[in-house]
């Protein structure tokens, strides 16, 4: 077996045993980045030098005996995730030669166990997009089918982890843009509930509904990760003070005793894939036969959740976008002398289409006499949203669903349909509006080999029930062993 | 409502964007179909529902009024795309 296709915890056995060196360990990753990136385009940014010399140092604490789960273990990180000295352009021209002057907290925490960070990993721009196509840069392209999109917006992020170019990953969800990216590419991708992870150093999106989760080749590795990342931070005000619970501990035994609520509305849902309606349906089963108890559910206003999305958060992003002028960091536009065309040129060179419409229709719905009629609304809508989950809850301990409507699209299917795009989202954006947990784990394959996920949500701070349902049926169904072939 | 082709070139001026005129009126029909969307919320009935900001709601995160560690002044001025003396420096607004 080829060292990059190891998991976490199985690594740091070896590494703990003295088997391999976070050295040698570190350039298998590395070739495997230069054997495969070519095509799979998942990295922006490898830090060669730096994860070599981050290994070395690795190997100095794993030889006087300090090691922790992560010493020495390569992981790399969705490139709006701010590293001291590394480039951090948020898939965007307009941070194209941005250079962050500190670490966000994740990173420090990461540093802080002396993983291994391999470099930066592509995004649609602003995380805005759900297919990794709205890079500024490059497109990703999916290792199970390299005709297909990785997903978005952490489609770099979920690539790399399937393809074997880092033993994890770290990305950002807004509207479910670790777990779609993650059910498209056959990978665990957890969003834990807000507050959960420090935001500070995360390039902002929309500020009340971005959350940093991990990306991982299995259950175990993501809760790892998270444990990892967890805890409060004064330097994010939204950060919530309570302890992290050590959430790979409860990783054993069956679900009985759980009960898991399938929500009506996610089932009737039109464009639901056939393929993944009967791999949904086999997963039940598999609950079932673990000891669940599966009951239907019902969350009346999941019908609007997209629009309420869709007006939240291009408000929120039009209103984190202004600081882009072109004035403390970031490109700017010199071709004209006045100040107010500096400002136009460099935001409209600077951004891409995606972003600037999403800045309009954010500007457009909190302008002077829209305010009601959109994001006033919106808000309204999404404590109607959030009730229905706290009903649910009250008969069920979590939520299973499909992560995403359909398996990977094609690359350019969406591009020209911004809606289109919006729809594929529909399971995945309450979570955030209400705040909640949510993982996607692998369940399954389509008539055309393309991976499907299956999405599990639970009450705030429920990221230990989640996990460990999620670990239960990842032992019972077996899907995570299969690899995409990268050769064909 | 329907938004016009000079709303949405009156919005993008009050956000500091120059649409590129080729693409706008592409632009302005994908933006008036996700408005048209979205008007489906005003079929719900939110009378006497509070909106929500945050779903989850702390009350004011409060330090105490002491300094902390800050960036040092080069590092902060490292990614400026112009700086003097050590301040930004932007284009000439008065004569």
């Known amino acids: ?488 | 409502m329907k938004i016009t082709r000079e709303e949405v070139l009156h919005v993008a001026r009050l956000a500091r964007l120059k649409l590129d005129v080729a693409g706008v009126d592409a632009f302005c029909g994908q933006i008036a179909d996700i408005l048209a969307y979205v008007d489906k919320l005003s079929q719900v009935d939110t009378t006497g529902v509070e909106p929500t900001s945050h779903a989850i709601s702390l009350t004011n995160a409060l330090r105490g009024d002491e300094p902390g560690r800050h960036l040092d002044r080069d590092l902060a001025l490292a990614n400026a795309p112009d700086h003097e003396n050590g301040t930004f420096l932007v284009p000439r607004i008065i004569d």
């Open chain 1, 1 to 488: 077996m080829e060292l990059s296709a190891l998991s976490i915890h199985r690594a740091h056995e070896l590494l703990k045993n003295k088997d391999i060196s976070a050295v040698e360990l570190t350039r298998a990753v590395l070739s495997r980045i230069a054997a495969v990136d070519d095509g799979i385009r998942a990295y922006l940014t490898v830090d060669a030098d730096g994860a070599l010399s981050a290994a070395g140092h690795a190997d100095e604490l794993i030889r006087q005996g300090r090691i922790t789960p992560l010493t020495g273990i390569p992981v790399a990180l969705k490139d709006l995730i701010c590293t001291r000295g590394i480039g951090t352009t948020c898939g965007s021209r307009i941070l194209e030669n941005f250079v962050p002057p500190y670490d966000a907290h994740v990173v420090q925490r990461l540093r802080a166990e002396n993983a291994v960070i391999m470099g930066k990993l592509n995004m649609d721009e602003f995380a805005m997009g759900s297919s990794t196509e709205h890079s500024a840069f490059i497109k990703t392209r999916n290792p199970w089918d390299q005709t297909r999109v990785p997903g978005g917006s952490s489609g770099g992020s979920a690539a790399a982890v399937a393809a074997d170019m880092c033993l994890g990953s770290l990305g950002s969800d807004t509207g479910g843009s670790i777990r779609q990216p993650a059910s498209h590419c056959g990978v665990v991708g957890m969003k834990p509930t807000y507050g959960r992870v420090s935001r500070f150093g995360l390039v902002a999106f929309a500020s009340s509904l971005d959350q940093i989760g991990p990306f991982a080749k299995n259950v175990k590795d993501c809760a790892l990760l998270l444990l990892a990342i967890s805890g409060h931070d004064p330097a994010d005000s939204t950060s919530v003070p309570r302890g992290v619970p050590d959430y790979s501990a409860g990783l054993s035994g069956d679900l009985s005793g759980l009960t898991v609520g399938l929500p009506r509305e996610y089932f009737d849902t039109p464009g639901l894939s056939p393929d993944v309606a009967a791999a949904i349906e086999n997963a039940v089963d598999t609950f079932t036969s673990l000891g669940a108890a599966c009951v239907e559910v019902t969350l009346p206003h999941t019908d609007y959740a997209v629009a309420a999305y869709y007006v939240i958060a291009p408000c929120e992003a039009s209103s984190n976008l202004a600081r882009y002028d072109g004035v403390k960091y970031g490109f700017r536009d010199n071709s004209e002398s006045d100040l107010m065309q500096m400002y136009n040129n460099t935001r409209s060179i600077g951004f891409g289409a995606e972003v600037q419409r999403r800045i309009i229709i954010g500007t457009y719905a909190l302008s002077a006499g829209y305010y009601d009629a959109y994001y006033k609304k919106a808000s309204q809508v999404r404590t109607l949203i959030i009730d229905d989950f706290n009903t649910a809850f009250e008969t069920c301990d979590l939520l299973l669903s499909p992560t995403a409507p359909t398996p990977a699209f094609k690359i350019g299917e969406t591009v020209d349909d911004p809606l289109a795009m919006y729809l594929s989202d529909v399971f995945t954006l309450s979570a955030n509006l209400a705040g909640i947990p949510g993982i996607s784990v692998p369940c399954g394959f389509s008539t055309e080999g393309l991976p499907i996920g299956l999405q599990l949500m639970g009450p705030h701070f429920s990221e230990e029930i989640l996990l460990k349902a999620a670990y239960c049926f990842e032992q019972a169904a077996g899907v995570c062993n299969r690899k995409p072939n990268l050769n064909k």
